[in-house]
């Protein structure tokens, strides 16, 4: 079965603070992909990355960077010098590639942290 | 603005009625999901299309639900019924069908059961 974790409900922090939100993932499939989504308070699902299974290369841009680790089955997201408008819920999410289909279809999100940044 | 967009953006119902959604996907995008998304939690896929064919339903799609992409383009959502735990964000997605794993996704649409 595939399932993501994202044990971190809430988190709260001061701007300028740095911050970590936590994504485990389990799938069965050595094919897959991850992503991060962003949802403001306006609701509207915001993509930030994916990447593949087979890319295991951090990422960064600007403020957000990414780990992944597939050792851990892990796929962490750090925002670095936090702002107010960083402040909204974040999923992780997790999708495969299965055999006889010529995409992935379904996406499988987390159940979301939110992340509150205080002025 | 050539994204996804979902009508109506909120609906309030009375419980036992039936509401419809509508979801108009990015144009040239051959595949049209559907997922529900409820308080505190992240969405779950409930459905999706590959032009007019719906390739696969989750068990979340009870017998109430019915969704239909009657042309290959705008797709409805219909919920006979309605219950209170039918309240949620629906919200809609689309991408290429060689590219299921770029899915844009629409503002949603907000259900309220009383």
């Known amino acids: 079965a595939q399932k993501v974790t994202q044990a971190q409900t809430e988190i709260s922090v001061v701007e300028k603070e740095d911050v970590t939100l936590d994504c485990v993932y389990e799938t069965r499939d050595t094919t897959y992909y991850l992503f991060w989504y962003k949802q403001p308070p306006s609701g509207e699902l915001v993509f930030l990355i994916r990447r593949n299974s087979f890319d295991e290369q951090n990422e960064i841009s600007g403020r957000y960077s990414w780990n992944f680790q597939k050792s851990t089955s892990s796929f962490n997201f750090t925002i670095t010098a936090s702002q107010v408008v960083d402040s909204a819920v974040y999923f992780c999410a997790l999708s495969d590639l299965r055999p006889g289909y010529s995409s992935a279809s379904k996406i499988i999100f987390g159940s979301g942290t939110r992340l509150s940044i205080r002025p | 603005d050539t994204g996804v967009s979902q009508n109506p953006r909120h609906k309030i119902t009375k419980r036992g009625q039936n509401v419809t959604f509508r979801c108009d996907p990015i144009?040239?995008?051959?595949?049209l999901y559907w997922y529900r998304q409820t308080l505190g939690q992240g969405p779950e896929f409930l459905t999706y299309f590959q032009n007019e064919a719906q390739l696969e339903k989750s068990r979340l799609l009870s017998d109430r639900f019915s969704a239909e992409r009657p042309k290959g383009s705008f797709s409805t959502l219909e919920i006979q019924r309605t219950e209170q735990g039918d309240s949620a964000m629906y919200l809609c997605?689309?991408?290429?069908?060689?590219?299921?794993?770029?899915?844009?996704f629409g503002p949603g649409t907000r259900l309220t059961v009383l």
């Open positions: 997605a689309s991408s290429l069908v060689d590219r299921g794993n770029e899915q844009f």
């Open positions: 144009s040239e995008h051959n595949r």
